[in-house]
């Protein structure tokens, strides 16, 4: 089986950022993460500059940023400059919809937004929540979108959790992603009707079953995101990779992987 790099999405430890930046991403570092989705640094706390020397130091690549949540009217062009300055590519957006005919405006907006991203050397990626998997004339919102833009300009950032809360068993849909979802978002779901967060291998999902679907499919990175914790969201990022590590789902670099 394959073995993958794996990042994170800090908005897990969205609080503990906001109170100690560099110690948090210390901590994130420490626990094994090589990859990591960021923008730049929050205003007043450093420099991009000192923000690329203490990503550096912690062996954390940025991988790629998220641009924005409900809103395709976002000035792009800084965030194309960031990932250029710190060695990132992917420009993330998730959307909300009100009818078929809105998933449909908003898809062609992706695809001229993706085209502008690849002028600038980014691959724009869609990430879906649960919502995606409303039908409208039959049609999942998530399958309109697939089907409606260009998949050499749009691609998704899948994410596992979501998926299942959606309905759908996120292996099955992963086999329409072939080329499409160079990057996963992985999360794990406990047993019983509140489908609360866990973390990885603390749940219901089928994880080594996941990573052959996105080995298949062509995913780079596995990316680690929890949204709400049940204790200490750090500890919750160190029990994902540990368990990873117990999967052997990890690349190492004594791995030959």
């Not at 993706?114 to 869609?126: D, I």
């Not at 990175?221 to 709400?228: F, I, K």
Request: aromatic share 10%; with cysteine.
């Amino acid at each position: 089986m394959k073995r993958f790099p794996i990042a994170v999405q800090p908005y897990t430890v969205r609080e503990a950022l906001s109170r100690d930046y560099v110690g948090t991403l210390e901590k994130i570092a420490a626990i094994g993460y090589k990859g990591i989705e960021l923008g730049p640094p929050p205003q007043g706390t450093m420099s991009l500059d000192e923000q690329k020397a203490l990503l550096d130091r912690l062996g954390l690549q940025v991988i790629g940023t998220h641009a924005s949540f409900d809103n395709l009217d976002v000035d792009f062009e800084p965030l194309f400059d960031y990932l250029d300055r710190t060695g990132g590519r992917y420009v993330t957006v998730s959307m909300k919809f009100e009818s078929r005919d809105d998933v449909l405006r908003k898809a062609e907006r992706m695809s001229r937004i993706g085209e502008r991203c690849r002028a600038r050397g980014a691959t724009f990626l869609y990430h879906n929540h649960d919502w995606e998997f409303q039908r409208y004339d039959g049609d999942y919102a998530l399958d309109l979108i697939l089907r409606e833009t260009d998949p050499e300009l749009v691609k998704l950032e899948l994410d596992t959790y979501w998926v299942r809360k959606g309905g759908e068993d996120p292996v099955a849909f992963m086999g329409k992603l072939a080329g499409r979802c160079p990057l996963l978002h992985i999360k794990d779901m406990e047993a019983g009707e509140e489908q609360f967060f866990a973390e990885i291998g603390e749940g219901i999902l089928d994880f080594p079953a996941i990573a052959e679907a996105a080995e298949r499919i062509g995913t780079e990175w596995l990316v680690v995101e929890q949204d709400l914790c049940r204790r200490d969201p750090l500890d919750s990022l160190a029990i994902s990779y540990r368990n990873l590590t117990k999967l052997g789902l990890i690349e190492s670099a004594n791995s030959g992987s």
